[in-house]
């Protein structure tokens, strides 16, 4: 089992006007995670985590909650093959 891991997610729900991204950015700099996060044109989430494999787990369970003010409805995951790329998580736009 490898010791990093990669995830790009969709999350849905109230999650644009909540403060989601910064929280999102604070929980991945909490958990060691590298990558991005942005909001999409149809109202939903979309982030993309690297780090170990622990780490991004516990940020893909954050992201089930997300902040104090966010609905999470659903959070669509695809485990992807890590490549290392990112060296911050950053919001994007």
């Known amino acids: 089992m490898e010791a990093?891991?990669?995830?790009?997610?969709i999350i849905h729900g109230r999650v644009q006007g909540v403060c989601f991204r910064l929280e999102t950015r604070k929980a991945a700099h909490q958990y060691g995670v590298v990558g991005w996060v942005r909001n999409l044109?149809?109202?939903?989430?979309?982030?993309?985590?690297?780090?170990?494999?622990?780490?991004v787990e516990a940020l893909l369970n954050w992201c089930g909650q997300g902040p104090r003010l966010?609905?999470?409805d659903k959070v669509d995951i695809t485990q992807e093959s890590y490549i290392g790329e990112y060296e911050t998580f950053?919001?994007?736009y």
């Open 4 to 9: 990093n891991a990669r995830a790009h997610v």
């Open 41 to 55: 044109p149809d109202g939903n989430v979309e982030a993309v985590m690297e780090g170990l494999r622990e780490a």
């Open 70 to 72: 966010a609905r999470v």
């Open 90 to 92: 950053e919001v994007t």
